[in-house]
């Protein structure tokens, strides 16, 4: 595959990746305001289900699923993977969620690439390429005037909603970062299904996937199935290729249309109006994207 190809294909499965995170995120608030389901049990049963699916996935790949558990270097890196950066970033954007919105969530966790473009500058001693000061400035106005309206008082959230908010800016930063010399040396799909079972593993000591709460009907089946397989397992699995073919910061831009995914969602399932505020917040998010495609980050 050419590099303009790689290219392509990263920026295709970043956004894609977003758009189900973004899903995800409106069904986690469905199952906690209207099922009673517990972000405990949630984040642990995602978790184990889909690093299983991802091991198997893998397994059938041909790939050599234990390679990763040879040396005392990659299980390092590997455990600190799973428990501070897989673990992390779907428990405190959970946390988020319970404490605020799924949209308030969703701004507070972008400040992640911000924290990227900060960290990139002082490792490669530069700041962000033109271009890529352009994209920031454009997608966190978007994603700003997508979720408030423009409207500063909107977000006037609890302490602790705004604690879990923070760390999940933290978590997305790490997440994105830290795991980019396992992938150069793994297949991204055994990483993260190590990476997952790991979280989910250890979560089991907080909340036991056999102690099923909530209520439960299709409804519930469905978003569960969807959080599961879509917003884990695939979003997961799509944003690490997508680091691998285009590099952390660049991904992490391109995520910015979760919060675009999200306001369709509530458009089209609940009915909520998409004014004028709306449509510019969107235009600014296309306008990140578009910017980016012309930027020339490097990899980690």
């Known amino acids: 595959m050419n590099r303009y190809s790689a290219r392509t294909l990263g920026i295709i499965f970043a956004i894609t990746a977003a758009v189900f995170w973004g899903l995800s995120g409106t069904f986690v608030q469905f199952l906690i305001e209207t099922r009673e389901i517990e972000i405990e049990w949630l984040v642990t049963v995602r978790l184990l289900v889909s690093g299983v699916l991802l091991i198997a996935y893998s397994q059938l790949k041909g790939n050599d699923i234990w390679q ?3 040396t005392r270097r990659s299980i390092g890196r590997l455990l600190m993977f799973g428990l501070l950066g897989m673990l992390s970033i779907q428990y405190t954007y959970f946390a988020t969620i319970k404490h605020s919105n799924a ?3 969703t701004v507070l966790q972008y400040l992640g690439p911000v924290l990227i473009a900060v960290y990139l500058a002082f490792a490669r001693k530069r700041w962000p390429s033109g271009y890529e000061r352009i994209a920031i400035v454009c997608g966190a106005l978007g994603a700003f005037l997508l979720v ?3 409207q500063l008082g ?3 959230i609890s302490v602790p909603a705004l604690f879990w908010g923070l760390g999940s800016a933290v978590a997305l930063a790490f997440y994105t970062i830290q795991p980019a010399e396992l992938l150069k040396r793994y297949d991204s799909a055994t990483l993260i299904g190590w990476a997952m079972l790991i979280a989910g593993g250890g979560f089991t000591f907080v909340s036991q996937p056999w102690n099923v709460p909530g209520i439960w009907n299709a ?9 599961i397989l879509f917003g884990t397992l695939a979003a ?8 691998k073919r285009i590099g952390p910061q660049q991904a992490s831009l391109l995520a910015f249309t979760e ?3 999200a306001a369709l ?16 917040g969107t235009a600014f998010i296309l306008a990140a994207i578009f910017v980016l495609s012309k930027a020339d980050t490097t990899q980690v």
Do not use: R
């Open 68 to 70: 990763p558990w040879q």
């Open 265 to 280: 969602v509530a458009v089209v399932w609940l009915n909520a109006p998409f004014g004028l505020i709306d449509w510019i």
């Open 219 to 227: 409804p519930t089946y469905f978003a569960t199935g969807f959080i």
């Open 148 to 150: 408030t309206h423009g």
């Open 103 to 105: 949209a308030t969530a």
């Open 259 to 261: 919060p675009l995914s």
């Open 154 to 156: 909107v977000l006037s």
């Open 236 to 243: 997961f699995w799509l944003y690490i290729a997508a680091i």
